[in-house]
DNA sequence: AATGAATGAGGGTTCATTCAT
DNA sequence: AATGAATGAACCCTCATTCAT
């Protein structure tokens, strides 16, 4: 467990073998999905996938490899939605938490079991890349509402909000109203501290 | 890792006893916080505690166990902080957030493996009790302050401030400010709701 | 592989586990003996000295130690014979021989096996200290008959001898009259170059 | 790896055939010198070679096959130096031992690798023929100079000679004077027992 | 009560080899 | 002829747990 950096041991050329490697990326979700993160092992992914273990081997170094090929599937796919947003938006904080919890409900058990995973990394450069690029967005994003923020005050608002919607995902808070709390609490520190 | 329920294999009565089952607690402890979650087998766990692997089986049905037992020899610590706080105090707030982050900075390497291991655990009775009477211990020293509080706005209060808390723990946040930040995001949050 | 330094990962304390240590060794060598070197696995180790995997892993760390060990006994046995000859003997150069030979063809398929393993190993410090063992043991027995013997004479016939020895236990030359073959080589070299 | 019998899976007529099949033996004694004989593998191989694995297999039925071809290569520029020396010379000894030491330190980390592969086969036909067709070489070059020799003395002076070069070539002896020192050793057995 | 030797299911990974394209 | 994706047996090793002493 390093970083977040290893890529595929071979980049996959012909058709087949990029169809084979999202399904080991596939595989390894569904698992999360389906049972425990202690369930996941190389050789169940591998048959979940409908591949044999040496073909695993043969796109990811390591099991470490697929989890962090997965984390980067599912974070791209939110910085996608997230660098989508307008803005010049009045509502940028509303869809930004919508957008946040779409993606986490989208696939909740999943979202939860990255969740806890991510974290028992090492924090590597990546991680902190992403940290870093969610904190750029979102200035952007909010200046326009509540001017300049201080680095530490959008740092604890994107912990508030992210914190909000993993307990949602988690069952700990109801998900009903969940946008408006967080849209709240967010927007309730920010005037605070500003 | 089924849940938080199982007891200690016997109640130990003798001193010596007694002892032996907080010392390999506590090594469970030590070693969460100088290594890995990895790194924690239960024949380190007896090595570094003094005892035989044996010895530790007989204080502890399984692994599982120990972890169960620290846990909630963590969790009483906080409670037992928060309990103190009078009801009538106007800082309770401040209080309850003093002793959260006292508790987390105590000893902050364990206090992040634990809150790791803790969501690894299927969401057993014993978690959920524990999150129902910080409520309601909440409940009892916010009201005089922020009025009467709706269940779900004093359980999104406890998210915000406990998210916060750990992202310090884990160095997403500045320590400096902190308790601060935390006071602000839940008194803002409670006043924007009641 | 690094060099012939590791221990057994646990000292075996208790009679039993002594027992089990040696019959893991032991397993090893009937394997090299009875098979190839390829068939030498740790799980097939385990299985001929009768004890599970979890059971040889407790006293040896990898593989590597096992043959090490073995290694190690087998050095030491023929290093006793040779310590054993009285250093004003007259014929120390035909004890020697014998010694060499005995040890050799008392489990020729396994000399023959730990020549090839010992080279595969590189060349640690100890490895070279048994060559200088031999090399400081066979200049107290034959300066007597020969001389001051410089070093890279010394080792020059140690080699000669070996390689002979060695050929001979491969079936690459007859047994027959092997020992006088022996010391009419190292005889001649080093009258050759005294 | 049986014996060192098997012929290339087709005799390739064409000349990128041929190159082919050099290219890929090379990249096998390539890796053998600048890594370990663990690190040999067919995949590797291919790679070193610039073909693809599946080529490889077009040429060779196997891995054993690849070190067979290999072993023969080395084993032919020697046998074909050995039979350029002037059967009437009277330096013929010392020819053959600077033919022998020539090959061997031409590219020693090859030899000392080959030499330990070649001993890991079982002795089959082949290796028999080569130790049979040195030994033929050395009568007829030998006998000039010291009579009719026995033929296990032949095999003992070969055997001599070739163990010394080679503990030369793995750095047991020095270098320097080695030519003398064998020349020496196998010149003063020979007149020992003739 | 305590010890520590022993167990063995299970997991990560390699690599010789095959075969569809 | 060449490619390289795919295979899967086999291997090394860990660790939670048991049980004879």
């Given at each position: 467990m390093t970083s977040l950096t290893p890529q595929p041991r071979k980049l996959p050329t012909q058709r087949r073998a990029v169809a084979t490697?999202?399904?080991?990326?596939e595989a390894a979700a569904r698992i999360l999905e389906e049972r425990d993160?202690?369930?996941?092992?190389?050789?169940?992914?591998?048959?979940?996938?409908?591949?044999s273990i040496g073909t695993l081997y043969q796109y990811f170094p390591d099991k470490h490899a697929i989890l962090v090929t997965l984390i980067r599937r599912e974070r791209d796919m939110l910085l996608?939605?997230?660098?989508?947003?307008?803005e010049g938006s009045d509502t940028a904080l509303e869809a930004m938490v919508a957008a946040a919890i779409r993606?986490?409900?989208?696939?909740?058990?999943?979202a939860?079991?990255?969740?806890?995973?991510?974290?028992a990394f090492p924090l590597g450069t990546e991680a902190n890349a992403m940290?870093?690029?969610i904190a750029t967005i979102s200035s952007g994003l909010l200046t326009r509402r509540f001017g300049a923020i201080r680095h530490s005050d959008l740092l604890t608002a994107i912990v508030i909000a992210?914190?909000?919607v993993n307990a949602a995902g988690e069952g700990l808070l109801p998900r009903d109203g969940l946008s408006d709390r967080v849209v709240t609490a967010v927007k309730s520190y920010l005037l605070a501290v500003t």
């Open positions: 490697c999202a399904a080991i990326v993160a202690d369930a996941l092992n190389t050789n169940r992914i591998a048959e979940r996938a409908g591949v996608a939605e997230l660098r989508a947003i307008p993606h986490q409900f989208a696939r909740p058990r999943l939860a079991a990255l969740e806890h995973i991510e974290q940290a870093e690029e992210r914190g909000l």
